[in-house]
């Protein structure tokens, strides 16, 4: 634990503590609502470490090979979320989750991230590389297109509604592939930051820099640790939401979305805030191309071994919202800028998008 200051050090043992709670908790059946609590806020914890981890790792490398890395670790709860509540049966639960990651990284997220930006510019526009946010639209297009494909198919009630599995393991296998075509690439053209620029991100916290070894060992037992919570919230998930008097799609779309993206939740607006533009658009918009073209298909192959199994097929209404949604941000992040009316913009698609889930 060398390198770390006494309060980061106080707050991951207070993360530790949380997480050992929330095990606890769930090994000797305390009521529910308590038990989804904990659960919660230990994964909003371990969602901080890979944060402050990763923040430390972006000084070392540039903001795309960064960013792919925090969205990467970032998105292990919502593997772990939608997996176990497949295994449960939890099929609402399983689909809005994972379209719900797409909605609150998309929307709220970046919505949040364009307002903060924006306001940290000095001439109020948040600028950023044009690249990123065009290749997202396009893969998220692409995840739609199967979506869209799927809902008409069953809509019409033509022969291809009789075989959603196979079409959405084919669409499945095409998005992986797409998505390598692309991550490759993308890797491979992202540049270090240079010393200037790392010195002067570096000087607010006193040109302190963790060892690599300790941040790796970080974002290793924080990604572990989140496998273990995310079944324990899951566990929790239905009696909680009963309690509660919340519909599955809320719960899926709202609380389990939020909750197993709260690294994207706080890297996002951390980085805005401090004015690194780049970086803090790249941990949001990795996550969305991630989760549409990479976690969702490989969620819907992995689905086939398990009790409950996960397609393309989705509710009318979610497909509207995606479509919508793909549309949305590109139209404002496509030419890379962007004002603050337009980060609220989201926002608001969002809320509207929750407020619904509400009444499902």
Not at 20 to 30: K, N
Not at 94 to 107: E, P, W
Not at 275 to 290: C, P, Y
Not at 324 to 350: H, R, S
Request: aromatic residues 8%.
């Amino acid at each position: 634990m060398a390198g770390l200051t006494p309060l980061e050090r106080s707050t991951l043992i207070l993360i530790a503590v949380l997480a050992a709670l929330a095990g606890v908790a769930d090994y000797r059946s305390w009521p529910a609502i308590p038990r989804f609590a904990l659960a919660t806020f230990a994964l909003a914890g371990l969602a901080w470490v890979v944060s402050f981890a990763t923040g430390h790792l972006g000084e070392r490398f540039g903001p795309g090979v960064t960013g792919m890395l925090q969205s990467t670790i970032g998105n292990l709860p919502e593997l772990f979320v939608v997996i176990f509540a497949l295994q449960k049966g939890e099929l609402v639960v399983a689909q809005t989750a994972i379209v719900g990651s797409v909605f609150a990284n998309a929307l709220l997220v970046l919505g949040l991230v364009l307002v903060i930006g924006a306001r940290r510019a000095p001439d109020r526009v948040m600028r950023f590389s044009k690249r990123l946010p065009r290749d997202t639209g396009t893969l998220l297009q692409v995840t739609v297109f199967i979506i869209v494909l799927l809902g008409l198919s069953l809509a019409a009630h033509d022969p291809a509604s009789h075989h959603v599995k196979a079409i959405s393991a084919v669409g499945a296998i095409c998005l992986l592939v797409v998505y390598l075509a692309w991550v490759v690439p993308y890797l491979r053209s992202d540049t270090p930051p240079d010393r200037g620029e790392e010195g002067q991100h570096s000087a607010g916290a006193g040109a302190r820099r963790l060892s690599l070894r300790l941040t790796l060992a970080l974002l290793l037992l924080a990604g572990t640790a989140s496998a273990f919570v995310s079944d324990w919230f899951i566990n929790a998930l239905a009696p909680a939401i009963a309690q509660l008097h919340v519909s599955q799609a809320f719960a899926g779309l709202v609380i389990v979305a939020i909750a197993g993206n709260a690294v994207e939740n706080t890297a996002g607006l951390v980085l805005a805030s401090k004015g690194r533009s780049d970086l803090a658009i790249a941990v949001v918009k990795n996550s969305v191309a991630q989760i549409a073209a990479f976690l969702f298909p490989l969620l819907v192959l992995i689905s086939f071994a398990l009790a409950t199994t996960l397609t393309f097929a989705l509710a009318p209404v979610y497909i509207g919202a995606l479509a919508l949604t793909a549309l949305a941000i590109w139209q404002v992040t496509g030419d890379g800028e962007a004002v603050e009316f337009e980060g609220w913009a989201l926002v608001a698609l969002y809320v509207i998008l929750a407020t619904l889930t509400l009444y499902e």
